[in-house]
């Protein structure tokens, strides 16, 4: 066996042992999808303890590139929305923006997706260097599969990568928040980005019966994976799963800048009966995420403490936490008042006995997308 067989076969094997990968179509099917053919463009390595978090870029043939193709890790591919790998040399402190998806979650979604064969007609949202397109390839057969890259330079090497091993689905460049309905009707979609509202093209564009995949996410950070299923009257409801599944946001749901800030000295003061302590727990932000959609997470030093900021840039709504003698004190401004109805969702999850994100069902109907415990 050569180094490559061996590292992908221990891959394989830490799948199965680890649950992801659980049914023998979908196990032929990652055998045959080689992941290093994906990477061949490189892909950039986060700097331990730099912070800002810093990337240097790992080339084909680099120490540890091969290694790496085979861990069970995301894989940085793209920067800043532009540069990839061999355009630079040291290091970059910019945001990622594509990324080859940890193996184990790529094939935990595909589990999840529950294909029926024969004729399962595939919808990917997110095509990144085209390796889960590759193993639905495997599985399903390529006329069965569609998949959106929004990057076009991400999808062309995708493009290259699949036509080498020989696979021709149709591959689109765009934003695939619209779908693509001249393949449709699909009988599955999946998103290998994050949403933060499930965009209503997915569902039209969706058999009734058939499913939707995706990662349900938002600014505030915290996002999980949702499995609507499709009805005849247009609508999608569905449980999020579990796994507290994070993915970048689709690029039309990244948030905007922060921009020249408000003066935050002004404002209601009172204390506050929970603490932005809260936040550091995933089911609570997700739950805050939901009263606040529109609020970004920011920390300032301010009069010899820190604040913690909610900060909604459309409507210029602010509230700033901070922590005085062991109680909380709110300050908030601007037409909505973001941590009363933080507070007041909170409150309603804890009387509810506060579920787990597994517990809450997603319905999203041509009047918009509601997420309830
Ligand atoms: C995590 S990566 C995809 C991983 C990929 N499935 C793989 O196995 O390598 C997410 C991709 O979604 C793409 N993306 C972001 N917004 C998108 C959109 N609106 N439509 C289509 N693709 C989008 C990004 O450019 C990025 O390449």
Redesign the pocket.
């Known amino acids: 066996m050569t180094d490559q067989a061996q590292l992908h076969q221990q891959l394989i094997d830490s799948m199965t042992a680890n649950g992801s990968l659980r049914t023998e179509p979908w196990k032929r099917a990652v055998e045959t999808i080689a992941r290093h053919e ?1 990477l061949r463009t490189g892909f950039f390595r986060r700097l331990d303890g730099a912070v800002p978090s810093a990337w240097a870029p790992v080339l084909e043939g680099d120490a540890g590139w091969l290694e790496a193709c085979y861990e069970d890790e ?1 894989l940085v ?2 920067i800043a929305g532009t540069i990839m790998p061999a355009d630079i040399r040291g290091q970059i402190m910019r945001d990622p ?5 940890l193996p184990s979650l ?1 094939v935990r979604m595909l589990e999840d997706l529950q294909v029926v064969e024969p004729e399962s007609k595939v919808l ?10 590759a193993v639905l390839c495997a599985r399903l057969g390529e006329e069965y599969v569609t998949s ?4 076009e330079e ?1 999808a062309a090497r995708a493009r290259t990568a699949l036509g080498r091993r020989g696979m021709y689905p149709t591959l689109v460049s ?4 619209l779908g693509y309905a001249d393949g449709a009707p699909y009988d599955r979609v999946i998103a ?2 994050g949403v933060r509202t499930v965009p209503a093209a997915w569902i039209e564009q969706t058999r009734p019966g058939g499913l939707i995949l995706t990662t349900i996410g938002g600014w505030l950070g915290s996002s999980e994976l949702a499995r609507l299923t499709v009805h005849d009257n247009g609508t999608a409801t569905g449980p999020l799963l579990s796994g507290q599944v994070s ?7 990244t948030p905007p800048a922060l921009g020249l800030l408000p003066d935050l000295s002004e404002g209601k003061e009172r204390e506050a009966i929970i603490g932005t302590d809260a936040l550091n727990d995933w089911t609570y932000r997700f739950v805050v995420q939901l009263a606040a959609p529109h609020a970004q997470h920011l920390t300032m030093e301010r009069d010899g403490r820190t604040e913690h900021v909610l900060i909604d840039v459309e409507s210029g709504s602010w509230a700033a936490l901070y922590e005085e003698d062991g109680r909380w004190i709110v300050r908030q401004d601007g037409p909505n008042a973001l941590w009363d109805a933080a507070e007041e969702q909170l409150g309603r999850w804890h009387a509810a006995g506060t579920p787990a994100l597994e517990e809450f069902t997603v319905s999203v109907t041509p009047q918009g997308q509601t997420i309830n415990w």
Do not use: N
């Open positions: 994906f995301s591919t793209q923006t594509s990324s080859s998806t790529v990917e949202i997110g095509t990144g260097t085209g390796y889960s397109t959106i890259e929004y990057d991400v765009g934003d695939g928040l290998t980005c993915f970048m946001l689709a690029r039309p749901h």
